[in-house]
Each structure stands twice: as structure tokens, then as C-alpha cells.
């Protein structure tokens, strides 16, 4: 007799971490990188990575003391109803934030690069659409959508590295290890929004179907995507050289226009590219945009969070509309992954906080 | 008939959404640009040769039927490079395309008072590919692309087959540098060497290249001069060169290189306030010619001949090509800068602006290892 098996699977949690990871930021990372560090990017970026892995054991923890509840409820349970309520409202800013960056930052490329014609309004509200309409069918759409989409995104990016094996020069890699520990410490510190993303785990974790494997799938969930940033910024770095990188706008579509495929049957593999980096921003924005509408739900207490998910949208697209140049939307999204930072300090401290008092849930 | 309704209003409203290529162009529309040709023009403008392909006409080529012409050559007077966009849209009845742009070119003129302000607009647009190769002319660059194939290829499709073609079987070909490339190099001021283009008579020749200072075009360097950085710059696929031999130096005898590693080591000489720069050239390759007598190759001595006068040879083609760059060009084309900030980090942070008296002052010590692996099919 066929089960019917609720939850969200093992494999579908490490393709749902690594696609929250990956999303628009992959066209912009080495030039954060080598911004932060010159040409010790490659490393930092690395050291950055394994901070954050460690952060994602973390939260894997805190959320395992509380199986069945999203950080909305434990945070109540652990620091008293009111602030954690004020805590849940943070949360949700945060989240529906993201939505926003993710969705301007897509349209901003989209528009600029390949449909130069087409109101940016137009291509955020279709995206928004598609997201919301993606969003109302649940978590469990969206974790299947991911399995699907994710190793696609993967393979692409993959694809881009090797291929531009071919421009590699490695004299653009050196020096190394030449400025002191001080451009290592700043440059992780910098470097840690990049792997935002994990953080969905305090609130996807009560509906994984098996609790225990939790931790293990998403650190591999998160391993992928780290290994593809580091020879992303590795091969960018190896290509342009570090100060070229930091000057480009967007360096790993930079690659790809330097690409040339192997029997130039597509001439341009930029495009090819963008389509894969489209669905990254879809899976992305998806999953942001499914947490907010939830987080805003249980505040409330409530239970369906479909309302709330079609409500949301004209405030996500007022968001996302806000930044008038692209000056004002690189610094937008800085303002927002610091918040994200808030956000991972605010769960080590419930973590210790729990701890400290030994409350545990369910 | 609730669901029926339903399913008609379905049907209608996905027909009228499947009709989605209202806004779509033609390819006809579409004029594609093969090359631009940039000369100075009068006062501070600058004078813009667009190279446009006509579909119809390389069809035509490519069925064996010729006649018609492949390209046509627009030119335009403009201020910058965008602004003879603009222009060029009033005299033609398509829309500008670059994303197969093939060569940008240069004229001499204008790339002596400067390049890198003409560059900016290739490196800022989105639609542009980073393989579009950079050369400068000799004499304007409009001539240029006057010269039409034989074969019925575009000129800027010649000209960038060329480049690629002929500098892996020939020495006095330069690498080519492309837009990202350029985008490398340009991040800070530094002096480079592009590929040069120059018409002879009829046809058209990439020989020799041109030596850009910061952003300013010098001069040219000949083939031979183009062999000796070929050389030091660890770009030799294949080539030949040629030697003397004998002891009246009358026996000509052509070796050709089938492999070549260059390694360059610097070493400061803080007093003298210089660097030397080692430089190991490995060099395998095989004789291919020998004049004279035919049947004297194969013997140690001819052999061993051969590898010290291909030494010597290639000593002093990279001497001489060294000597030309620091002595009337003061322009470090070779990108040595590059070298000395990998290998003293500490010094270069301190003394980036000062790199030109040391490059100044700079010795080349080689170290030339000819190997003779093989001497053709006659004994």
C-alpha cells in the first residue's frame, strides 16, 4: 500500500537551501569579493563560507529544540509573547524586504540586458505574478520546484567556470596573503551576506518529513553553492584580474561574453546563462516571498497564509520600486543583508537564551 | 455549461496570448555591425566607419552565386562614439546590432592622441561581446575597409580570422587583444601592444604591432621586433625562424619552433635602483629548410650548430625588441610592471609610481635553450 508522505524531503531541504543561497547575487559576487579583498578573495570568500556554515549548524540547532515550531513561536515561548511578536514583525520586514531587492535587482538586469524595451514595471509585476501564483501553491511546490530548477542553475554556473578555464591567466591570482590578516577579517565580515539564505531553515524546519537528517542534507545544501562561489570568484579573479573585477558591474556575466563555446553553435552564452540565473531569482524570490507571507500569518496566530500572500504583493512591488538608480539599489541591498545579518545575531542570541533557560518545545 | 463557458473564455483568452510577437524585429531589421573603423576627425570630432553586413549578399557568396556586395561601409562624423550611433540611425533604415562585432579599428591618427576614451563606450554597453579584437591601423582606418576579400568574407571578418588563424603558425603575428582583455589592462594605466593592421597595395596585412603608451599609440614595431616579444611574452605556438650558418655565414637554414616556454624571473637591484630580469626561453622545434647542401643534416655537429645559432638568434631578437620598447618608446609594452608586482608586492605598493625610472634602467638577462628534435624526411 502507497504512503502518503507530508513534509518536505531530505534531498528537497539541501536543494531548498542551496537555491535560497543562490539567487540574484551570483552575477555580482566576485566583484564583492575582490571589492572586499583584491585578489585574497578567492580565500575570503572561503573563510566567509565556513563561518557561515558554522552559523547554519547553529541555527540547525535552535531549530531542532523546537521541531514542530517556526522561529515565530519559539521566539514568543523563549523571550515572553510581546517581544517575541516584535521579533516575528522584524522577521517579516526582513523577508519581505528580500522579496523586494531580489525582485528589483532581477527586473534592473532583465531590463538592462535583454528586453530594453519593456517598462520595468511590466517585468516586475509578471515576475511578481508568476512568484505569487508559484507561492499560493506551498511549500511543498516550491521544495519540488527547487529539486527541479536547482541542478540546472548548478550546472549552468558549472558550465560558465569551466568554460572560462580558457582566458584563465594565473599571475592575475597573485599576490596572496601580502596585506596582513586585517583586509581577512573586514573582507569576511563583508563577505557574509553572500550566503544569506540559509537562515530559512528557523522557519522550513517543522516541515521537513525527517527531522533528524535536518542538519546533514542542508550542510550540503549549502556546500554546493559555497564551492561554486569560490571558483566562481576564482576563475572571475584568474580572468580579469582583481582591480578589473572590483570595476565590473556585474563580472560573471563578464565571463560569459568572453565565452567562446565549443563549436560556436550559440554564439552567445551570456544569454544562455541568464536563462538559468532567471530561474536562481525565481526559486530565490519564491521561497523569500512564501516565508513572509507565513511569518506574517503566525504572528497573527493564524493559520491560512493565502491572504496574506496575494496582500503582500503590492507592498513587495512598492519595495522593489523604491530605489530610483542603480546606485540606490546596490545600496538598498546592502541595507537589507545587514538586516539579514540582525537576523542571524537575533537567533544566536534566542539560541543561548534557550540554552541558558533549557526550554525546549514539543 | 458553467464549464463550458468557462473553458471557451479559457480557450479565447490563451489564443490572444499565443499571438505574442507583437513587438518582435526581424532580422532584416537589424543592421549588423561586422567592424568600426575610428579616425580623428576634424576639430575634436572623431570620424566613425561602420561595416555593415548584408545578409542577402553573403548568402549570395556562400551558394557560389557572388555579385552582390557582402557588406556596405558607412561613415559618419560624429563627437563621440555614441553620439555617431545616433547618426548613423538617420542613414539607415535599420536598427544598429553589436553582438557580432568582429574588429574595432583605430586610425593612427587618432589613437596618437589617445584610445582609451574612445574604449569606454565598447566596455560600458550590455549588447557588447568581449571578443571583439582592438587594432590599430596604419594610416586611417577607413582604408582599411575599403579592401574587400577575395573570398567574399567581410573584411572584419577577414581581419579577425586572420588574427586568429595566423598568430598561431606565425611568429610575427602578435597575440591579438580583445575587449576583455583591454578590460584587464585598462584598470589601471598601463602600456600594451595591439595588433596591427595595414594595407598593402591590394590586400591587407597583420604583421608587426603597435605599441600603445598608457593610452597613446608610439609606434610600430616590425615582424622581427614582433617575433622577439612573441617570445618573451610566452605566446609562441609555432613559427619559424631563420639562421645563418657556416663559417661565412652564406648557409641558410630554417627552423621551426613546435614548442617554447618563457619564464621570467625579476630581481631588484635596490641600489641601482633597477631590476634585472632573468628571462628562460626553452625552445623545441625542427629543421625544415636547409640550403645548399641537402644531405648534410644529418650529423651531431650540423645539428649542434643549428641549436647555438637558433640560440643566438632568438637572443637577439628578444634583445632587439627589448631595446626598442625601453630605448625610443619608454613604454613597458611587455607588461613586466605585471611581473614585478607578483614578485615583490611590497616594493610595487610603494613604488607603483615609480616604476618607469626602474623600467628604465632595466637589464634583460636570457638564458636560451635550443633543442633540435627532428630534421624532416631527407637523411
Known sequence: ?362 | MLKKLCLLTMMTLVSLSLTGCWDRTDIERYAFILGIGIDKGEKDGIVVTYQIALPQGIMAAGQGGGGGESTVEIKVDAVNKKNADQKLLSKTNQIPNYSHLQVIVFGEKLSKEGIREHLDFFLREPEMRHLTKVLISRGDSEKVFKVKPKNGDSTSQYISEMLEQTQRFSLSVPKYVDLGMLQRKLAHPSDLLLSKVSKIDDMLSVEGGAVVKEDKFIGWIDSKQAIGYKLLEDNVNWGVIDISIGADKKDRVSFQIIGSQTKVQPMLKPKEKKFIFSVKLTIEGDVVEVGQDMFKAFDANFVKNVEKQAENEVENLCLGVFEKLQKSFKADALGLCEVVANHYPTFWDKHKHEWKEYFLRSELKLNVDVSVRRIGLIK
Do not use: H
Not at chain 1, 551570483?26 to 578573495?41: F, N
Not at chain 1, 509578471?126 to 550546472?155: D, H, N, Q, R
Open chain 1, 1 to 362: 500500500m502507497k504512503q502518503r508522505l507530508d513534509g518536505i524531503s531530505n534531498i528537497q531541504i539541501t536543494f531548498l537551501i542551496s537555491s535560497a543561497i543562490t539567487g540574484v547575487t551570483v552575477l555580482s559576487l566576485p566583484r564583492i569579493a575582490s571589492e572586499a579583498a583584491g585578489t585574497d578573495g578567492v580565500f575570503v570568500i572561503l573563510i566567509a563560507g565556513i563561518v557561515s556554515s558554522s552559523i547554519l549548524v547553529l541555527i540547525a540547532l535552535l531549530a531542532n529544540r523546537f521541531p514542530k515550531d517556526t522561529i515565530i513561536e519559539y521566539s514568543s515561548k523563549i523571550i515572553t509573547p510581546l517581544p517575541g511578536k516584535a521579533a516575528g514583525v522584524g522577521l517579516f520586514i526582513y523577508l519581505l524586504g528580500v522579496s523586494g531587492t531580489v525582485l528589483r535587482n532581477f527586473a534592473d538586469v532583465i531590463k538592462g540586458f535583454i528586453l530594453r524595451q519593456t517598462p520595468l514595471e511590466i517585468i516586475m509585476i509578471l515576475f511578481a505574478f508568476t512568484v505569487l501564483y508559484m507561492v499560493l501553491k506551498g511549500i511543498l511546490t516550491i521544495s519540488k520546484m527547487c529539486e527541479l530548477f536547482e541542478p540546472m542553475v548548478i550546472g549552468a554556473l558549472g558550465l560558465l567556470i569551466i568554460l572560462s578555464f580558457k582566458n584563465f591567466n594565473i599571475e592575475n591570482l597573485y599576490p596572496l596573503f601580502e596585506k596582513g590578516v586585517n583586509p581577512y577579517l573586514r573582507g569576511t565580515l563583508d563577505l557574509l551576506p553572500v550566503f544569506l539564505g540559509y537562515e530559512i531553515l528557523l522557519f522550513v524546519f517543522p516541515f521537513a518529513r525527517n527531522k533528524s537528517n535536518v542538519l546533514k542534507y542542508s550542510l550540503f545544501g549549502f556546500l554546493m553553492p559555497l564551492l561554486m562561489f569560490v571558483t566562481l570568484t576564482f576563475v572571475a579573479i584568474g580572468v580579469y584580474g582583481a582591480d578589473a573585477t572590483g570595476r565590473s558591474l556585474y563580472p560573471t556575466l563578464q565571463l560569459a561574453k568572453y565565452i567562446v563555446f565549443p563549436g560556436a553553435f550559440a554564439e552567445r552564452f551570456d544569454i544562455f546563462f541568464m536563462i538559468f540565473w532567471i530561474f536562481a531569482s525565481f526559486t530565490t524570490m519564491s521561497i523569500y516571498y512564501y516565508l513572509a507571507s507565513l511569518s506574517i500569518t503566525r504572528v497573527f496566530g493564524l493559520k491560512n497564509y493565502k491572504p496574506f500572500a496575494v496582500l503582500m504583493l503590492p507592498f513587495v512591488f512598492m519595495i522593489g520600486i523604491l530605489p530610483q538608480n542603480i546606485l540606490q539599489i546596490l545600496d538598498f541591498s546592502e541595507y537589507i543583508s545587514l538586516i539579514g545579518l540582525g537576523v542571524l545575531v537575533f537567533s544566536m542570541i534566542l539560541l543561548a537564551i534557550s540554552f541558558i533557560l533549557r526550554k525546549k518545545g514539543g
